[in-house]
């Protein structure tokens, strides 16, 4: 397997645009999961989807952050409109599920709002 | 809620030296624990992980960690340390009801040669 992938690698954007991240788990994965690392906060748990579905989404920080997984094989974070303080870099990770297992992480998708 | 910190944002250590890079947590109930590695422009990747048994678990590249429930710690060792062991290293909570890994805020972690 590729393990998880992720695109685009990087994204420059301006202020008020929509911007959408994209995600393919390893497939047979059960849950996936939508982290932004900063400096300030470290890694941030912004959602996980069980089986497909959005189980805690406490995580995202605004309306503007949404999430989709409309199958087992892909999954979007879109926010819109962005701001530049939505500067970070944004992981997807994927497990086979059952809480024990550890989670395996894609490359990471660098924004920069300008 | 669980929670999990990483007291020192960095450790400096000299080469050949042993190292520990500090972890406490906070859940409810029984955790699973792991630690993971960053290197510069990649994303994590896993080191070991702590599910039940032996307190002393041991993984990649001759990292270990001791689980001691009642410090509620999960502190990450080498006996030795080398210069290619410089990175940004992540401890981790799980619980066994759900899915949800929450991670600590990350020590970077600098081998002097």
């Known amino acids: 397997d590729a393990g998880v992938i992720q695109s685009p690698r990087h994204e420059v954007t301006e202020m008020g645009q929509e911007v959408t991240l994209r995600c393919k788990p390893i497939?047979?994965?059960?849950?996936l999961f939508w982290y932004r690392q900063t400096m300030m906060r470290g890694l941030e748990l912004l959602i996980y989807?069980?089986?497909?579905?959005?189980?805690?989404d406490s995580g995202m920080p605004e309306d503007r952050f949404s999430a989709k997984m409309p199958n087992a094989s892909f999954s979007t974070l879109k926010i819109q409109p962005s701001e530049p303080r939505d500067s970070a870099v944004y992981f997807c990770?994927?497990?086979?599920?059952?809480?024990?297992?550890?989670?395996?992480f894609g490359q990471g998708t660098r924004l920069t709002v300008v | 809620a669980q929670s999990v910190a990483q007291p020192e944002d960095q450790v400096n250590v000299a080469e050949g030296n042993p190292l520990t890079v500090k972890c406490t947590y906070s859940?409810?109930?029984?955790?699973?624990l792991f630690w993971y590695v960053q290197y510069p422009n990649r994303g994590l990747q896993f080191l070991l992980k702590?599910?039940?048994?032996?307190?002393l678990v041991k993984g990649s590249y001759g990292f270990e960690a001791e689980f001691n429930k009642s410090q509620t710690s999960f502190h990450l060792k080498k006996p030795s340390a080398l210069v290619s062991d410089s990175a940004l290293y992540f401890c981790?909570?799980?619980?066994?009801?759900?899915?949800?890994?929450?991670f600590g805020k990350g020590t970077r972690l600098h081998i002097l040669p």
């Open positions: 989807f069980n089986n497909n579905v959005p189980i805690d």
């Open positions: 859940v409810s109930g029984n955790p699973y």
């Open positions: 981790a909570v799980g619980l066994n009801r759900d899915d949800k890994i929450i």
């Open positions: 497939s047979g994965h059960n849950s």
């Open positions: 990770a994927s497990t086979p599920g059952g809480g024990n297992t550890e989670a395996f």
């Open positions: 702590y599910i039940t048994g032996d307190n």
